[in-house]
């Protein structure tokens, strides 16, 4: 199975600040890869795949980017509502597998 | 719009068999694949399955030996079977509707509000 290891685990930071967080892959994914913020008690939203493109209704503020093993996901002018657990997902091979996710919180 | 709801026992005891239905609404499980997903508390996210548009699945080689899903497209809904529960089953059990159309691994661009299923005696 690929391996996601994605970090920081857990992260604090300021509304209006811009925060990153990476996964990386264990092999090459070839851009095989979704980003998901859940919130607590509430189910994953999709918020990129194909590595960088936004899903419908995502504010801007959110984008991907990345290739190979490495991706990032870039949260611009944090704001309250983006705390929450955010996990990246590779669906370049059976089985898909997640990162173990980020806890991003406000400082 | 598009929904997924699962539903199913709370609770269930240690070596018995867990079932749960997944009813979706606002498309078709023939015109889309619908994965099962689960989630340890506090602990991250583990695909378990996949039912195709066609009906056949595919499965996690670590469950499935204990794992069955199945499908009624008349009633929308779609079934998860896994016996030998242990402890370590306690978990969020969410469906979730495939964005690929072919027999590809795939992200999962909806998902149901998830079941909470506690293993215990």
């Known amino acids: 199975d690929i391996q996601m290891t994605q970090s920081p685990a857990s992260l604090s930071a300021s509304l209006g600040e811009t925060v990153t967080i990476e996964c990386r892959a264990s092999?090459?994914?070839?851009?095989?890869l979704a980003w998901y913020q859940q919130k607590p008690g509430k189910s994953p939203q999709l918020l990129i795949y194909?590595?960088?493109s936004l899903h419908t209704g995502v504010p801007s503020r959110f984008s991907g980017s990345g290739s190979g093993t490495q991706y990032s996901l870039k949260i611009n002018s944090l704001q309250s509502e983006d705390v929450a657990s955010y996990f990246c997902?590779?669906?370049?091979?059976?089985?898909?597998?997640f990162g173990a996710g980020t806890k991003l919180e406000l400082k | 719009q598009v929904q997924l709801k699962e539903s199913g026992p709370g609770l269930v005891q240690p070596s018995q068999t867990l079932s749960l239905t997944c009813t979706v609404s606002?498309?078709?499980?023939?015109?889309?694949?619908v994965s099962w997903v689960r989630q340890p508390p506090g602990k991250g996210l583990e695909w378990m399955g996949v039912?195709?548009?066609?009906?056949?699945?595919a499965y996690n080689s670590l469950l499935k030996s204990r794992l069955s899903i199945s499908r009624d497209t008349s009633k929308s809904q779609v079934f998860l079977k896994m016996n030998s529960l242990q402890t370590e089953d306690t978990a969020t059990y969410y469906c979730?509707?495939?964005?690929?159309?072919?027999?590809?691994?795939?992200?999962?661009?909806?998902w149901g509000q998830g079941v909470m299923v506690t293993v215990s005696s």
């Open positions: 606002g498309f078709s499980l023939t015109s889309y694949h």
């Open positions: 092999e090459d994914i070839y851009n095989g």
């Open positions: 039912i195709w548009t066609g009906g056949s699945t």
């Open positions: 194909n590595a960088n």
């Open positions: 997902q590779q669906y370049y091979d059976y089985p898909p597998t």
């Open positions: 979730a509707r495939d964005r690929y159309y072919g027999y590809t691994p795939s992200y999962f661009d909806y």
